[in-house]
Each structure stands twice: as structure tokens, then as C-alpha cells.
């Protein structure tokens, strides 16, 4: 008895139609990719400079769209059926014409491995595009947390070795306490010793009259230099002092006291810099 004829139903034209479709993309996949192993033939025969005009004339083909069928081509030539019918590649044989193009993008190491663990051969454009930008985004978030991770140990090296330093520069200055001869602790005494090495820190200033009419820019730029110093000066003093107040809260306390002292006698002396001249000697 002969088989019943299947029942035309709208679903199953349909299914037809997207079948013919599906064959359509794929045999148009392989024919780009036989045209590209062509135009690059014909590109290495071609005298240099006569690419353009000879594919306008020959094929119709822009410059562009015969390097992307020679892309095509040199990406998925070697992977699609050869002559005999056999095929290198089931996954990349799966694919139709824009698929393929979506996925040039991929290094072929990762294009395999894309395709092998998404459902690419059944995605539409739109899809296979949207699942590109996900793997690109997963991939960026990826880089940057490693970047983040390798941020941070260098960080915790600069910290490590910071902590080195000050635990050495406190033994030592320890070791130098320890070896000092004592000294009467009369508070006016400390007192004036502090005011008088606060003073003795800061330079003199011996400058001569400057009859340059363009010397403002000079000291503005050195005014702003030396802002610009004080301020990561500053910051520096800060983070060694919060370093220092999880080793050592005594000295702590003592480095910032010195400190207080020296920024209070800038910040007066700042208030009506510079000092008014003095009138000169005139000899009778």
C-alpha cells in the first residue's frame, strides 16, 4: 500500500519554506567561500595597483566586499567539505552565510568553542548578535577583575614594604632612644627646644631685588609647584601616621604632635608673608 499523502497544512508549507531557506544560506556560504578562494587567486595574479579597477570591471565587486569573501574564505575554507564531500569541521559546517560573518569577529580557538557550546546553527542574526555581546562583556568584566586582582597585589606590596620601612625606622629610633643621655623634661624647655628646631628647619631668605617684568609667571608656576608638593607631602604624612597608629600609638601621637607644631608655625607665618623690610641706615 502506498504511504498517505501528507496533508498540506499551513504548518507544514511553512516548515518547507524554512527549510528551502536554511539550504539557501548554507549553499550561499559556500559559494562565498569558493569566490573568496578565487579572488584571492586572482589578487596575487593582478599587477599591483589594478585590484580595484579590475574587480569593478571583472566582477562588479567592491574592494570591500571581495576582502570580506577572501576573509570568509581564509577563515572557514579550510574547515568547510572538500571536493570528496568530507568535512574538517561539523561545527563551522553548520553555519549559514551571517552567521558566519557575525562570527569572524572570534579567533578561531574561541569561534570553535562558541560554537560548540552555544546553539548558533539555530539563532537568528539578532540572537547569535546578542549573544556575542555577552560573551564580550563576561569577557571584559573578566580582564578587568584580573587587572583589579594584580592592582591590588602590587598595592599590598607597596603597603608591605612601607610597614618594612617604618618598623626599621622605629627600632631604630628605639635603639637611638635607648643610647641618649637623659635630659630634664621641664615643659618650657621642650617647649622653646620645639620652637627653635621648627624655626631652624625653615630656610632664610635672601633674595635679591628682580627686574624682570616677566619674573611673576616664574614664581607663579614655583608657588604652584610647591602647593602641589606640600599637598602629596601631606598625604604622605597622613598614611604613614594611620600606619603607624596600628604599630604604635605612643609614637603615633608623638610624630603627630611634631607635626601639629610645624603646620601651625607655617600656617602663622604665612598670614603676613613676607616679612615687612627693613627701612635702611641713612649716615648723617
Not at 569566490?35 to 589594478?50: D, M, N, P, T, W
Not at 602590587?154 to 603597603?159: I, P, R, S, T, W
Not at 625653615?202 to 631685588?209: G, I, S
Request: neutral net charge; contains cysteine.
Amino acid at each position: 500500500m502506498d504511504n498517505p499523502v501528507t496533508k498540506r497544512t499551513p504548518l507544514v508549507i511553512a516548515a518547507e519554506i524554512n527549510m528551502i531557506t536554511f539550504q539557501t544560506k548554507k549553499i550561499l556560504l559556500t559559494s562565498a567561500i569558493e569566490i573568496g578562494c578565487r579572488l584571492q587567486e586572482a589578487k596575487a595574479l593582478v599587477k599591483h595597483g589594478e585590484w580595484g579597477k579590475w574587480l569593478e570591471e571583472s566582477v562588479s565587486y567592491s574592494q570591500k566586499t571581495a576582502e570580506r569573501l577572501i576573509k570568509l574564505y581564509e577563515e572557514y575554507g579550510p574547515n568547510f567539505p572538500d571536493g570528496s564531500g568530507r568535512s574538517k569541521s561539523t561545527l563551522v559546517s553548520i553555519l549559514t552565510y551571517t552567521q558566519a560573518l557575525l562570527l569572524l569577529g572570534l579567533p578561531e580557538e574561541e569561534r570553535e568553542e562558541f560554537i560548540a557550546q552555544n546553539d548558533v546553527s539555530n539563532m537568528t542574526k539578532q540572537e547569535l548578535q546578542h549573544a556575542l555581546k555577552d560573551r564580550d562583556q563576561a569577557k571584559q568584566e573578566k580582564d578587568q577583575a584580573l587587572q583589579e586582582k594584580d592592582q591590588a597585589f602590587q598595592e599590598n606590596q607597596v603597603l608591605k614594604k612601607g610597614l618594612e620601612t617604618i618598623n626599621s625606622t622605629i627600632s631604630q629610633l628605639k635603639k637611638e632612644q635607648a643610647n641618649a643621655p637623659s635630659r630634664p623634661t621641664n615643659p618650657e624647655n621642650i617647649k622653646a627646644e620645639a620652637s627653635s628646631a621648627v624655626r631652624t628647619a625653615l630656610p632664610t631668605h635672601n633674595l635679591k631685588t628682580e627686574r624682570d617684568l616677566d619674573a611673576h609667571i616664574k614664581y607663579v608656576e614655583q608657588c604652584d609647584a610647591c602647593c602641589k608638593t606640600i599637598a602629596d607631602t601631606f598625604f604622605n604624612l597622613t598614611t604613614a601616621l594611620t600606619n603607624l597608629a596600628h604599630i604604635d600609638s605612643e609614637l603615633k601621637e608623638e610624630k603627630r604632635k611634631e607635626a601639629s607644631r610645624l603646620i601651625e608655625y607655617m600656617t602663622e607665618t604665612i598670614k603676613s608673608w613676607p616679612p615687612p623690610r627693613k627701612p635702611l641706615r641713612v649716615n648723617s
